[in-house]
């Protein structure tokens, strides 16, 4: 396949550094420039019900919501924004309302009457005959554009060239783009959005890239669509937003859940406000593009060629006061697709770690807490601990450490010393493996003689943690590295370097995400999900939260889900619900979580209506999607198998599907 090169999608994977955009307003309210990340949400209700969609944005306003999104499906319900913005504006209240449109023309050109901005989706909206009236509309009324592409509404012309992928989202929109500019039309705000947040991160990428590429500078509208409810919705969401406003990607944010509109707000601002005080800032570990030239933080990416490097060094001193140089890179192998970082595979007791291994999960206890991991170990959780790390300080632990050895078969043991030097020897026989902060010539005796154990090298930064890999690596292979810190800001930005290191990609070894961020449950979801889904980290490990093993394990596992790094229960795709959705979605996907909740490696889509459903299923197992009024239409894949059955049969049927297709175990 041609290899093309981009420019970068961010300015530098090392430091933070928002995208530099035009500003758009949208009513008093600008997206963009040196704005703060902006907060959205939609309202639920119908735009012909002007009393209950009055309320609800003001919920939302009092709430801490920017900018408001009705749903508007017919051109008669757009008469009535006109009812819903004097309304408001009456009662004092001017936050800008937006209407999204879909595959209705004439509900745009009216909508553009009475509000601030208008939302379409390129995958159902007519390019062709429709969309210029549109947008000189806007032009001549001084509104702004949404061009809200989703992963499952592709058009069929898109479709049928790039199928539904992130190079087939971006194209779609600069089609759109491409006809806005022609009428020098250019207050537009661009979206990405997927239920899976490895494809919404990539095709926002791609679409940053391509905008540098054409000298486009939109601002970008952040959000994971269907992303459901509860801690899961939530991890989902601060994956895919917080992994984009790390590259410096983005300018206003909608956490989609399926839960009351204002429910979305908090968790919105809580992502936003992480990187509003950083807008300027750069990390100590800030590398100049110059350096580059040495293979970076993901496998697959190439080098620079000759001629770029040449170009590079004559042009050092320039590189080391600017992080604006842009860098070579083959967006099919590597930001823009993921591929897991290769690492060696390590044995650590009965666990294997690395490789092809899957992602393992780690626990830190004391070694009086023993018991209480014997006991979960024994218990039918689902989350179990793969590798427990204890500290050693007494000859008591050590003899604690054996007996817990003997008693769980499954589990590896990981030690860090402590205690008196005196104790090592007796404890790297106890141990599977050994974390070393530091390393002496003793040290390196050690080693030696054990050989065959498996290392864990931990410093809170990536040049220390190379130079303990320098001092162990001619001793041992069976290496694995860790960084250590409270910002997970830092935390991403130093893993990302320490995988760019010749001594590390070499011998490939493995990488170890350690949290310590305690039970941040928004800022643990960024720091892993964000380097997992650049294929970076072979284990995990977050703090024990409020001394609450089963908790905080289970949060791990949810993590590593969301991220699609490991799956190990049932998941679900649930839209929001809009003013589309003609059943209580919040009910029924809680109803049909309780009869599914039991299964294992089956994904299960709630759909509201038809707009999205399909397509935003495309790797969900089984559908159950809105058809109309108390009608249901059920899909297994993509396939529809069965239409407009009635609800009250539909939760049941659903479960006959899973059956038929040899998914469905019995509880218990």
């Not at 393992?360 to 989350?383: M, V």
């Amino acid at each position: 396949m041609k290899q093309i090169i981009f420019p970068s999608y961010c300015e530098n994977p090392f430091a933070y550094k928002r995208r530099q955009t035009r500003i758009v307003k949208v009513g008093q309210v600008g997206i963009g420039g040196d704005n703060p990340i902006r907060i959205q949400s939609m309202t639920t209700t119908r735009a012909s019900d002007t009393e209950a969609t009055v309320a609800q944005t003001i919920q939302l306003v009092n709430a801490g919501c920017e900018i408001v999104r009705i749903t508007v499906p017919t051109k008669e319900e757009a008469k009535n924004l006109k009812n819903i913005t004097h309304t408001l504006r009456s009662k004092n209240i001017h936050v800008p309302l937006v209407a999204d449109i879909h595959f209705r023309p004439e509900a745009a050109m009216e909508a553009a009457d009475h509000v601030d901005k208008i939302r379409i989706n390129p995958g159902n909206f007519d390019l062709e005959k429709r969309f210029s009236p549109l947008v000189l509309k806007l032009k001549s009324l001084g509104r702004a554009l949404r061009i809200g592409v989703n992963h499952g509404s592709l058009s069929p012309r898109i479709m049928n060239h790039y199928g539904d992928t992130p190079e087939g989202m971006v194209e779609s929109a600069l089609e759109f783009i491409r006809v806005c500019e022609q009428h020098h039309f250019h207050d537009i705000v661009v979206s990405m959005k997927a239920s899976n947040p490895k494809i919404t991160i990539a095709a926002y990428r791609l679409m940053a890239a391509r905008l540098t590429q054409g000298q486009m500078n939109y601002p970008f509208h952040l959000g994971v669509t269907e992303a459901g409810e509860g801690e899961d919705g939530r991890i989902k969401s601060a994956i895919g937003i917080g992994s984009l406003l790390e590259d410096g990607i983005g300018d206003t944010i909608r956490v989609s859940l399926t839960e009351n509109p204002e429910c979305e707000i908090p968790v919105a601002k809580e992502i936003a406000e992480m990187y509003s005080k950083v807008r300027s800032a750069v990390f100590r570990e800030t590398l100049c593009c110059a350096s580059w030239q040495n293979p970076t933080f993901c496998k697959g990416r190439p080098a620079p060629s000759k001629s770029e490097a040449q170009s590079k060094k004559q042009n050092t001193q320039e590189s080391q006061n600017s992080s604006q140089s842009s860098f070579s890179l083959n967006y099919i192998r590597n930001a823009y697709a993921y591929t897991r970082r290769e690492s060696r595979e390590i044995q650590i007791g009965p666990i294997r770690l690395g490789g092809k291994q899957p992602i393992r999960t780690l626990a830190s206890l004391s070694c009086k807490n023993l018991p209480q991991a014997s006991e979960y170990e024994k218990s039918e959780d689902k989350h179990p601990i793969e590798i427990l790390e204890c500290p050693v300080k007494t000859r008591h632990d050590i003899a604690s450490l054996q007996n817990f050895k003997s008693a769980n078969e499954k589990t590896g043991v990981l030690a860090r010393l402590k205690g008196p030097d005196a104790l090592m020897d007796k404890l790297m026989d106890a141990a599977d493996a050994v974390l070393f902060t530091s390393v002496d010539k003793k040290t390196q005796k050690l080693i030696t003689r054990h050989r065959q154990k498996a290392f864990f090298l931990e410093a809170d930064n990536a040049k220390d943690l190379l130079q303990l890999a320098k001092a162990v690596s001619p001793y041992s292979q069976n290496i694995i590295l860790t960084i250590t810190g409270r910002n997970h800001s830092t935390l991403i930005r130093q893993i990302r370097r320490l995988a760019t290191y010749p001594l590390v990609k070499e011998p490939n070894f493995p990488i170890h995400i350690k949290s310590d961020l305690s039970d941040n449950l928004l800022r643990n979801a960024i720091l892993f999900g964000a380097l997992l889904c650049d294929g970076l980290g072979d284990s995990v490990q977050i703090p024990i939260m409020k001394k609450n093993l089963k908790n905080s394990m289970e949060l791990i596992y949810n993590i590593l889900q969301g991220a699609g790094a490991r799956v190990t229960k049932a998941e679900y795709v649930s839209c929001p619900a809009c003013g589309r959705t003609l059943f209580d979605i919040q009910k029924v996907t809680e109803r049909i979580k309780s009869k599914t909740k039991h299964l294992k490696n089956v994904k299960i889509a709630v759909m509201g209506c038809i707009v999205n459903g399909p397509g935003e299923m495309a790797d969900a197992d089984f559908g159950y999607v809105g058809a109309g009024p108390d009608k249901i239409n059920l899909y297994a894949g993509k396939n529809c198998i069965e239409k407009n059955i009635p609800m009250a049969h539909a939760e049941d049927k659903l479960i006959e599907l899973i059956k038929q297709n040899g998914k469905w175990t019995e509880q218990g």
